[in-house]
């Protein structure tokens, strides 16, 4: 089967899970046979620069950003986009805030949501026009729901079936202005009119999206997340110091300061003196200012030399992480569709601790490799952590239970295996 993949980068400016997830899908259903082509959009896929060496970047982030703030850049000549378009140019881009946050860009989603019809319709055609020149694809298939303007012209022009992930778009939509948060979700169900089958992360995000799109039940299903298990080792627990690690984007949604105020708390009872916190995962320039107040806080509490910034969070320097640490938490503010930090940690044999909210439940649930908590307070999180490294048989049976449930339900060759079948039912159809 030749399957083509249309993939949003983040330029590997911080822990991207949803780039993660489609660059662990797409390795899973080769090694099953099959054909993929990743189309990268608005930043390069730096972390597979090897693998797209031949395919064009697609809506590049300054050049479709500065086209529709300023009309009459939508007549400059094409070495002016080639420019913006460049590695070094998106590099930069990358590591700053705008492309990366919804707040600022509501006009621009509404603008590619609108597909033929909005601003971007010659770089929709250029993408259209290029997949009809150099692939012969089966099923072409959306990273998220925020490129469904992509699929009309898709569906007209090529004329094969299409398939759409469902992952925390409701994060990026709805912190917009109403007007166009409003606009957006109205576009979304429109544009669900020309998708085959939409596939939702978890079982809990299915039925938001679902709700808030007006999906019907036989349109959309859930295949979870997934790693290669034996991509990480396990190091038993009693051979690790009391280290928490926190692995994901460090900014206010994802509950960065909710982990530092329960690290210091922690550290303030008796018996937790060895207690290490270890931090990963990037950040872009919105985030500075922010990670420097959490840095003042713990250097305030006298705690600064208990924190390990981990800088690399990418392959070796994230396995490296996984060594490090006992118990990890994202204590993410409203929650997630999933999580793949989780399934990477407890992969690793590193149980989990996780506000009750989203998918969390769900992913922890499966497999017992974790324990989640009422109320996402850094009181509560500091009770939690204290439950579980304070018991040395709880944290090394969870360990134990982490790695054997990932094993059992989140081997992503199973998971592929389950999208596979989606697809040859949707081609029989």
């Known amino acids: 089967m030749n399957i083509l993949y249309i ?11 949803n780039c993660l997830r489609d660059s662990k899908y797409v390795g899973a259903v080769r090694d099953l046979g099959h054909q993929v082509v990743k189309i990268p959009m608005y930043l390069p896929l730096f972390s ?3 693998d797209s060496n031949n395919i064009p970047l697609f809506y590049g982030a300054i050049s479709i950003y500065l ?3 300023y009309p009459l850049l939508r007549k400059a000549p094409a070495w002016f986009d080639r420019l913006l378009n460049s590695k070094p140019m998106l590099k930069i881009a990358a590591r700053m805030s705008g492309s990366t946050r919804a707040r600022g860009l509501g006009e621009l989603t509404v603008s590619m949501l609108m597909g033929e019809h909005g601003e971007q319709r010659q770089e929709l055609d250029r993408m259209v026009a ?14 998220n729901a925020l490129l469904l303007g992509l699929a009309g012209r898709i569906k007209e022009k090529l004329n094969v079936p299409v398939v759409c992930s469902l992952q925390d778009e409701d994060v990026w939509v709805d912190v917009m202005k109403p007007a166009f948060r409003d606009r957006a979700w109205e576009l979304m169900r429109e544009d669900a009119a ?5 596939v939702a992360v978890s079982d809990f995000y299915g039925g938001v999206m679902k709700e808030r799109m007006d999906l019907p039940a036989e349109k959309i299903k859930s295949v979870h997340l997934g790693v290669f298990p034996e991509d990480y080792p396990a190091n038993p627990v009693e051979s690790k110091g009391r280290n928490i690690g926190f692995i994901s984007r460090m900014n206010h949604e994802n509950g960065l300061d909710i982990l530092v105020d329960a690290f210091i708390q922690l550290k303030q009872k008796h018996g937790f003196e060895d207690v290490r916190l270890v931090l990963t995962g990037g950040f872009t320039g919105d985030d500075v200012k922010y990670i420097k107040s959490n840095r003042k806080k713990l250097s305030r509490a006298g705690l600064l030399e208990y924190v390990d910034f981990h800088e690399d969070f990418v392959d070796a320097g994230r396995m490296e992480f996984f060594r490090k640490v006992s118990v990890v938490s994202v204590p993410v503010r409203m929650g997630e569709a999933f999580g793949l930090y989780l399934v990477e940690a407890m992969a690793s044999g590193v149980p989990v601790v996780q506000p009750a909210l989203g998918a969390f439940p769900e992913i922890i649930g499966a497999t017992g490799g974790g324990i989640t908590y009422p109320g996402n307070t850094p009181e509560n999180l500091a009770l939690s952590l204290e439950k579980i490294l304070g018991d040395k048989d ?3 049976q969870k360990s134990l239970d982490a790695r054997s449930g990932t094993q059992a339900h989140f081997d992503i060759t199973r998971q592929t295996g389950k999208m596979i079948d989606a697809y040859k039912n949707i081609l029989k159809s």
């Not at 993939?7 to 899970?17: D, H, K, L, R, W």
């Not at 997949?131 to 990273?143: E, N, R, Y």
Request: net charge negative; with cysteine.
């Open 194 to 198: 020309n998708v085959d089958l939409f």
């Open 7 to 17: 993939i949003p980068g983040s330029g590997n400016s911080f822990y991207c899970g």
């Open 48 to 50: 597979d620069e090897n």
């Open 394 to 396: 709880m944290l090394r």
């Open 67 to 69: 086209k529709q703030l």
């Open 130 to 143: 290029w997949i009809a020149g150099h692939c012969k694809p089966d099923v072409i298939h959306l990273s």
